[in-house]
């Protein structure tokens, strides 16, 4: 079974590239150029280096040997939350900006929902030099003021989205718009694995060091390159492509992918997609889709402004519908119980978005021998307002 | 059959006026009026736009009444009823305007059909890739009698824009500046220059420019390059504020054409 993007830009059914003629260049001169110039040694080589010495890769695979213990099975975490910023979304920015230096770009656009993203951008830009315009949501704006500072402390201009319900999926449209107006001197870092082709699988590339590391890490660990499971959250899905991408074609390891049902998959307030979605067009990419009878895009909630997200990447899509990856979701309040509970068996506060991939654990049946990677995507600073909101520790 | 579009352009080579409004806006029933209207003040085609709650393509006029009427209740369903309510008592050709997603999930063919029937001559779905179109739909689309009208702007390389003269039929859609819809006050000179390289290809079809279209100036500029000139937003602007709009609609189409 393939897992990957055909020639065409597909994952089974899903991906592709439907965008309005105004973008077609942009999108076409990134498809021709993105393999080859991800290949160059002289982008190689920067790459590599920022990724070490700037980023601080590879992050450790922690083995959590508490965690183990109350859950009978052997741990490791993935420790992306290492990274500079605070989450694996500097691996896509770092290549990203590298390969809008290729293409002669001069100027940077992002879409931001919880800020981690924008943050991300406008530090590879702050690093470059470059001009950087982050979309923001205006409520997420008002929801996540940190992240908004950092952005300006940066030295990033941050425009509020004010179309819709000015969350994450109006500052990617409007992000998108800009890029319309503005097509030959910028280029628009998307944050996820989402998006035209070939965005999905660009972005699933920048992350698949994750995955990369994990490989060599437990090599070194247990002697063996193959855990039992490999658990990421899923929003939009780049950290998971990033952790699953080099285990895709080892069919012997599980995958699970774990969505945010926010109070509850039928509460009408959730954003777990694989479970709500059907196949639809949104920002580019035919994939699974909150939305009416009518074909309008549902607004997604979940107590993780990482995580609500009307679609998945079109590659989640797909590995879902082949049933590579597994996807269960957990509620908000099962997210912060494992959020808390993995505060206080290792001492690590994770991102709100991560501890949905920890509240996995108590829904796997586990055995001893049984080997387990959660990638820990971020870590929690950004969240403290909400921990100390939802108030139950 | 003959197609009305086809007839249109075969009998007027210039000063085509196509008109773009969005189905249920300002009221849920003013699809069909507003059509009514805009044909006997003159206009040559109408162009109704399917709400979308993410129009891209579109600036913030636009985006703003798409979302007004999904609110009041539009969708796919209720628009086809009204166009063929409207084609009963409107001579010109009708184009419908989406993106592709509300017309996915109503199904693809069921719409073409439905569309058919009702009396829709053209197409116009700008995030429909040309490809998936030669793949799924071309030969749909064609048996319906059904044109197509592609995108093309001023990034477009030239030897896309031979390959979608190619595949339209109709006419196409010349985007004037590469921008989201909007109204402006006149058309630069690198404008000018795109137009004018439009016209010395001498396409197959004939192109009509739109975005940016808002007064006599623009119109009759747009004119002088292309078949006419496609109106959106301004129209809409003007919807919007409008008291009574039989009048206002006749008015909006006097200032733009004389």
């Known amino acids: ?393 | 059959m003959e197609n009305r579009i086809t007839k249109l352009f075969a009998r007027k080579k210039k000063n085509i006026l196509s008109v773009f409004y969005t189905a249920g806006f300002p009221t849920l029933q003013d699809t069909v009026s507003i059509g009514i209207h805009l044909e006997a003040a003159g206009v040559d085609m109408i162009e109704i736009g399917i709400p979308f709650s993410d129009p891209i393509a579109d600036g913030p006029t636009i985006q703003e009444s798409n979302k007004i009427a999904l609110n009041q209740g539009m969708n796919v369903e209720l628009l086809l009823n009204q166009v063929a309510e409207l084609r009963a008592k409107l001579k010109m050709p009708i184009v419908l305007m989406g993106y592709l997603n509300p017309v996915m999930q109503y199904g693809v063919e069921k719409f073409c059909t439905k569309a058919s029937a009702a009396g829709v001559d053209g197409l116009i779905l700008p995030d429909l890739p040309i490809d998936e179109y030669v793949k799924h739909y071309k030969e749909l689309m064609e048996s319906l009698n059904l044109s197509i009208s592609f995108l093309i702007s001023p990034t477009t390389p030239d030897a896309r824009i031979k390959k979608i003269d190619a595949l339209s039929s109709g006419f196409i859609y010349a985007v004037s500046s590469s921008s989201t819809t909007g109204a402006k006050k006149e058309f630069s000179k690198e404008q000018q220059d795109y137009f004018r390289k439009l016209q010395s290809f001498k396409l197959t079809h004939p192109f009509l420019i739109g975005f940016g279209i808002s007064n006599h100036k623009t119109y009759s500029q747009a004119c002088e390059y292309g078949a006419g000139a496609i109106v959106g937003s301004s129209f809409i602007t003007c919807l919007k504020e409008s008291k009574n709009q039989q009048e206002d609609i006749h008015q909006f189409v006097q200032s733009l054409i004389s």
């Open chain 1, 1 to 393: 079974m393939n897992y990957n993007v055909d020639e065409s830009g597909y994952y089974g059914q899903f991906g592709g590239a439907y965008i309005p003629e105004m973008l077609y260049p942009n999108i076409e001169e990134l498809r021709e150029n993105y393999l080859s110039i991800m290949a160059e040694p002289s982008f190689q080589a920067e790459f590599n280096d920022l990724l070490k010495n700037y980023v601080g890769r590879p992050t450790p695979l922690y083995f959590a040997k508490r965690l183990s213990e109350r859950y009978y099975a052997t741990i490791y975490l993935k420790r992306e939350d290492l990274c500079h910023t605070g989450a694996h979304k500097i691996n896509n920015t770092i290549g990203q900006i590298l390969m809008a230096k290729k293409l002669g770009k001069e100027k940077i656009i992002a879409e931001t929902g919880a800020g981690q993203h924008g943050v991300a951008t406008a530090t590879v830009c702050a690093l470059m030099g470059m001009e950087c315009i982050v979309y923001m949501g205006k409520l997420d704006m008002e929801r996540q003021r940190p992240n908004v500072e950092r952005m300006r402390i940066l030295g990033t201009k941050v425009v509020p989205a004010l179309s819709g319900n000015m969350t994450l999926k109006d500052a990617t449209n409007e992000a998108m718009r800009h890029w319309i107006n503005h097509p030959t001197d910028t280029h628009y870092i998307i944050g996820s694995v989402v998006g035209p082709h070939p965005y999905p699988d660009m972005v699933a590339r920048f992350q698949s060091v994750i995955s990369e590391e994990i490989k060599k890490q437990l090599q070194n660990e247990i002697g063996n390159p193959y855990p039992d499971y490999v658990v990421a959250c899923v929003g939009g899905g780049s950290n998971a492509a990033g952790a699953f991408y080099h285990f895709l074609s080892d069919e012997h390891v599980n995958l699970i992918g774990v969505e945010a049902a926010g109070k509850g998959v039928d509460s009408g307030e959730s954003a777990a997609t694989t479970a709500l979605g059907k196949a639809g067009v949104l920002h580019g990419s035919k994939t699974l889709l909150m939305q009416t009878a009518d074909g309008q895009v549902i607004e997604p909630y979940s107590i993780s402004a990482g995580l609500d997200y009307p679609g998945i990447g079109p590659m989640h899509a797909h590995l879902f519908e082949t049933g590579r990856v597994q996807f269960i979701n957990v509620t908000d309040d099962e997210a912060m119980n494992a959020g808390i509970e993995l505060s206080r068996t290792e001492g690590i506060i994770p991102a709100i978005e991560s501890a949905h991939a920890m509240a996995a654990l108590k829904v796997m049946e586990l055995t001893k021998d049984d080997v387990v990677v959660i990638n820990l995507s971020g870590r929690g600073d950004k969240d403290l307002e909400s921990y100390i909101r939802w108030g139950k520790y």
